[in-house]
């Protein structure tokens, strides 16, 4: 088995953690900063790996600004899954988040010196965001999943729904990627998620927990 951990095991990832609550801080307001994964909550002082703490460090051997790249705000390792996740936390508006991970893919793939088929097999990303902030685009996207889905349903026989499809329909829970992301599944990273904060909470808790 490839050991995937082996490769942020280098001083620009060692030298550039923080805690989970940290890297999850929308200061946009800087008199009241949100912490998207709460300090209460028993996932917010796991150390992960800042990546746009990363990103910088990488810009400043080449003498150059930050703002070169965008990127990511996390990158975790999960040992259920022996794989790396980018996540980037949406306190407020979802913008910029294929070039976060463009940017972000580019700047690992260097450091680490692998290429886009190892990112495809070996990395994830998930997008956690702020529900209350985007519920009517997440709504609407939610009924026009259900409408396709519902669409699809209806174009096989009566016959083949009622034996085998409907039950099917019954236990699945598809996850609906939101922002168009699903683009980048399997051509850039294995699987794409966007979840909300407890959604990542129950997640992580899962896959990526210490």
């Known amino acids: 088995m490839t050991e995937i951990k082996d490769k942020v095991e280098t001083d620009i990832f060692i030298d550039n953690k923080r805690p989970l609550f940290e890297v999850s801080k929308d200061s946009s307001d800087k008199e009241n900063p949100v912490y998207m994964v709460g300090i209460d909550e028993d996932i917010s002082k796991d150390i992960v790996i800042d990546f746009d703490d990363v990103k910088t460090a990488f810009c400043k051997k080449f003498h150059k600004s930050y703002k070169v790249f965008k990127s990511a705000d996390a990158l975790l390792y999960s040992e259920v899954k022996n794989k790396l996740i980018f996540v980037e936390f949406k306190n407020g508006k979802v913008k910029e988040v294929k070039t976060k991970l463009k940017d972000s893919l580019l700047v690992f793939s260097n450091i680490v010196d692998v290429d886009l088929k190892f ?84 997640y992580y808790s899962k896959n990526c927990s210490k």
């Open 119 to 202: 990112c495809r097999k070996y990395l994830e990303y998930i997008v956690v965001y702020n529900y209350e902030k985007n519920k009517q685009y997440v709504e609407q996207e939610k009924v026009k999943y259900r409408k396709e889905k519902q669409n699809k349903a209806q174009s096989l026989s009566e016959e083949y729904i009622e034996g085998f499809v409907k039950p099917l329909f019954r236990l699945a829970k598809d996850e609906i990627i939101l922002w168009d992301l699903k683009l980048m599944k399997d051509i850039c990273v294995s699987e794409v998620h966007t979840y909300t904060v407890d959604e990542f909470i129950k």
